[in-house]
């Protein structure tokens, strides 16, 4: 249960998966994962992909478990909607975590629901005391009933709330405190929001809690322009990451050391050797923040 006083630091616990690049897990390419056993750290799927009791998807799935570490991604419990949790939806993630033990587990600060209706989009949250304490009693209850810890992922965002009284990174360090959980960075997703609301992502980045991020993800963004004719981005997940996402990414780990890192590409899925040049890119950056530490260090 959530503990008003207790420091950061007694939550936040190190990733069970390699400090290494990953890649979404996708149906089309899992034979030919199967086939080359890449060396590649992790594999992370959507968990709303695999709550069917059985088939085709769990074959695939069980077959990339016995090779490869899992992190398991939800999309749909919509962490800060109003309505409370779904219990029948928490129960099917807790026995697809249980039967496939996850090395992480992420969720979305977003909304997707509304009483009865679901929507496709993940949809942001005013930064209000209102929603902190929903949000708070929301992630309580998932860790509680899954007995794990939850990451919670920072928002891509194309507005800001009116009626918002907290800052984005003071309400995630404030969930972080209060529950416990950890945090998934997507810097892809800190590109977008401070592009499209003027604000500098590596001002962003110098301030977020990097002790409790268990992961880190990068996908690509779409470039279009709003009424105004003002730079906006959308987080598309489908191409590959941007110069600038991959420049503050070699930042981040430059400062922080590696960290498992998830290259997300769900829409427009390109063949699996795309996907893997992708995570070898990340795997570069990673090696040449070793070997500076090493040279720092001798």
């Not at 088939?55 to 090779?67: C, F, S």
Request: charged share 25%.
């Amino acid at each position: 249960m959530r503990s008003d006083t207790q420091p950061v630091s007694a939550f936040c616990t190190p990733a069970a998966v390699p400090k290494r690049p990953g890649a979404g897990l996708k149906a089309e390419h899992v034979a030919d994962i199967l086939q080359s056993r890449p060396d590649i750290g992790f594999f992370e799927v959507h968990a709303e992909n695999y709550m069917g009791a059985g088939g085709r998807p769990h074959q695939q799935l069980t077959a990339i478990r016995d090779i490869y570490p899992l992190s398991l991604h939800g999309v749909g419990l919509s962490i800060g909607g109003e309505s409370p949790l779904d219990k029948d939806h928490l129960s099917r993630l807790t026995e697809l975590n249980k039967r496939y033990e996850p090395g992480l587990f992420s969720e979305h600060l977003a909304w997707s629901t509304h009483e009865t209706t679901y929507y496709n989009d993940l949809l942001p949250v005013p930064y209000d005391h209102a929603t902190l304490t929903r949000v708070c009693d929301h992630i309580d209850e998932v860790q509680d009933v899954m007995r794990r810890q939850m990451l919670l992922e920072n928002p891509s965002t194309y507005i800001a709330y009116a009626q918002s009284t907290i800052s984005e990174l003071d309400f995630l360090k404030e969930v972080t405190r209060r529950t416990g959980c950890g945090l998934l960075l997507d810097v892809n997703n800190v590109y977008v929001s401070c592009t499209n609301q003027e604000q500098s992502p590596a001002a962003y980045l110098a301030e977020f809690p990097m002790q409790c991020v268990g992961e880190i993800h990068l996908g690509g963004h779409a470039p279009d322009r709003d009424e105004a004719g003002r730079p906006l981005l959308i987080d598309a997940h489908d191409r590959a990451v941007d110069d600038a996402v991959w420049a503050l990414y070699k930042d981040v780990i430059g400062m922080h050391g590696a960290l498992p890192t998830l290259i997300e590409w769900d829409n427009d899925v390109p063949a699996w050797p795309v996907l893997l040049r992708e995570a070898d890119a990340a795997q570069e950056i990673l090696l040449r923040a070793e070997d500076a530490d090493l040279k720092a260090v001798s």
